[in-house]
């Protein structure tokens, strides 16, 4: 009995030891798994060329995940034994497997069938481009090169698989990293052209997955294939934040930082939008004509008066939520904040572009209104001293009675002048030429 617990101590450690040497932070779509050993079979004198070049281990790609193909066998008929492997696809709902399997060479084509019909022809000399072709017409693709497979059946992987192009990083034109330093990188793939000479050049951009699939890099490989033959060059370029771009996304509350690595990005998600050159083109042509009343007429001059003097908010007092919606409809340039004393107007407006909504006690009067407003944002740190605000009210406290736009340097007593940095200040008149 002691003999056989000091065996089974020993086999213990020794399972330990091989179950420490493994790490811990493998990613389980990079791991493809293989039987313990290739029956393989070099060809035979009388099998041709075009076939007996098939046989051998390749590594690389189908649909931008892991793919090993082995011919173990070939024959001059053109009939192969070939193992299919497979890794992870948390996109594609697949898991790692694999398995024997028949295949034919015909035509300088490895032809496999089943739920699939897959075909390998060569793209080069040691390189070959392959497609899977589903029963309703729906065509992946991907790349694989020759490697050795000694090595692979001892469990061999490279660190960076073969990739369906040439890799390559694009600098962003507006955004650099935080330091400032240098331009953000964008990971891209680049197809040359099939032939010699000049060639136009298409681009496609990815990026709009989520969870662990945003790290995902896409090749857009059977693209890529089908615009060459056709005379393109072409450039698969990922959005920052995907891939291994770098940046912020923009469609997250989770990106990645400049050094690659995850990172939450909840204050800065508007970034990736505000920052096009397009946006506030956009914005512009969403604006709708305003109706010939005093609060359309009141709000359409707060728009103009944000972008003129470049102001950090709008902040109006409304009631029913419509002096909120009719500042939201005006598309401005700075947040706006409303401040209303009824909870079912703050949750209403919690739905309109722009509007950050804050409950705050009822006014009885205008007077001292923008005071007490400006006094309780800066506690909710909604703004800061010194910067310039709009401030949009009414006399009234009717619905509808908006009539007041005043400008606001928070912090600042009514009864001091501007200071000499305060774009409101009066200019100095300029002396005539003569």
């Known amino acids: 009995m002691r003999r056989l617990l000091i065996v089974f101590s020993t086999l213990f450690s020794i399972f330990m030891q091989n179950a420490q040497a493994q790490p811990l932070s493998v990613d389980p779509e990079s791991i493809v798994p293989l039987p313990d050993k290739f029956d393989m079979e ?31 066998r070939v024959t001059p008929d053109g009939h192969a034994n070939v193992v299919f492997a ?15 399997d028949k295949a034919t060479i015909a035509d300088g084509v490895l032809t496999m069938t ?26 992946t ?18 660190i960076e698989w073969p990739w369906p192009g040439e890799r390559v990083s694009i600098p962003h034109l507006t955004v650099r990293t935080p330091d400032g330093a240098r331009p953000i990188m964008l990971e891209a793939t680049f ?14 951009t990815h990026g709009s997955d989520v969870g662990r699939n945003q790290l995902r890099t896409w090749s857009f490989s059977t693209e890529a294939h089908w615009l060459r033959d056709n005379g393109f060059a072409v450039l698969a370029l990922m959005r920052r934040g995907r891939g291994r771009s770098e940046g912020i996304n923009g469609e997250e509350d989770f990106g ?17 939008v505000e ?53 939201s409809r005006e598309r401005p340039e700075a947040p706006i904040i409303a401040l209303t004393p ?80 305060d774009p409101l200040r009066p200019q100095a008149p300029r002396k005539r030429r003569r």
Request: with cysteine.
């Open 86 to 100: 497979q890794s992870d696809s948390a996109f594609y709902s697949m898991n790692r497997e694999w398995w024997r």
């Open 256 to 272: 990645r930082d400049h050094e690659g690595s995850l990172m939450d990005v909840s204050a800065g998600i508007a970034q990736a």
């Open 114 to 139: 089943g739920f699939r019909t897959f075909r390998y022809a060569f793209d080069g000399p040691d390189r070959l481009y392959m497609t899977a072709t589903l029963k309703n017409g729906g065509v």
């Open 191 to 204: 197809y040359p052209p099939a032939g010699p000479g000049p060639a136009p050049l298409a681009i496609f």
């Open 275 to 327: 920052d096009d050159p397009l946006y506030r083109t956009i914005m512009e042509a969403q604006r709708q004509t305003p109706e010939a009343t005093m609060p359309d007429a009141i709000l359409a001059a707060v728009h103009d008066v944000t972008h003129t003097i470049k102001a950090s908010a709008i902040v109006c007092w409304t009631k029913s939520g419509s002096t909120g919606l009719r500042a």
């Open 141 to 158: 693709s991907g790349t694989l090169v020759r490697t050795d497979a000694i090595r692979l059946a001892a469990g061999d992987r490279p």
């Open 42 to 72: 070099m060809p035979a004198p009388d099998v041709p060329p075009e076939i007996a070049r098939f046989q051998g281990a390749w590594i690389g790609t189908w649909q931008d995940d892991r793919h090993i193909l082995v011919v173990e």
């Open 342 to 421: 009824l909870e079912s107007t703050c949750q209403r407006l919690t739905l309109s572009w722009g509007v950050t909504p804050v409950q705050v006690p009822a006014w009885r009067t205008a007077e001292g209104m923008v005071e007490a407003g400006m006094r309780q944002l800066l506690q909710k740190k909604l703004i800061r001293r010194g910067e310039w605000v709009v401030a949009v009210a009414g006399t009234t406290t009717r619905a509808g009675g908006t009539n007041l736009l005043r400008i606001v340097q928070v912090g600042r007593r009514p009864d001091l002048p501007p200071s000499p940095a």
